[in-house]
């Protein structure tokens, strides 16, 4: 994806981030084991990024769900990463299609997730750090879409 000196094809990087993600599955399904799960959501994040910088949106959402499906099943500390990521991504996505009502959906449970992980980590201020960004940021596009769609209600 980020080769030097060779050129770059975003239809061969996607076949082979697409077997990537197969091969993780596959090691996932055959382990529980922590790492493995966040490598295998790291590759299929991977693939979701592919397919935005290839502007292929259906395929880039479809790819997001798939990984906030993963990270509702788990219970493991990786699935609230990835899914503070995915939900980012997701609000993004539709803001940067000018769909304002879903990415204020998305916006608004990327925000609840948010101060839900400020309030569970309380203690650990990096975490708070970069979540609480996260939120301020989050809050920024909220009002970004309220001006746009001319909403009066409160955020």
Known sequence: RHGEGVARSY???????????????????????????????????????????????????ETLLKLKKLCESTDQVWGEV?????????????????D???????????????????DENSETVGSIGSTASILANGYYMLGTIANRLGDKEEI
Request: aromatic letters at 14%; glycine letters at 4%.
């Open 11 to 61: 239809q061969k990087a996607l076949a082979w981030q697409k077997k990537l993600v197969l091969l993780y599955e596959l090691a996932y399904n055959l382990s529980d084991e922590v790492r493995k799960y966040s490598v295998y959501a790291e590759k299929i994040f991977a693939l979701a990024g592919l397919y935005h910088s290839m502007r292929d949106y259906p395929n880039q959402k």
């Open 82 to 98: 990835y899914m503070l990521g995915v939900i980012s991504e997701l609000a993004d996505l539709a803001f940067e299609q000018g």
């Open 100 to 118: 304002f009502r879903e990415a204020e959906v998305h916006l608004k449970q990327q925000n609840a997730f948010c101060k839900k992980i400020i």
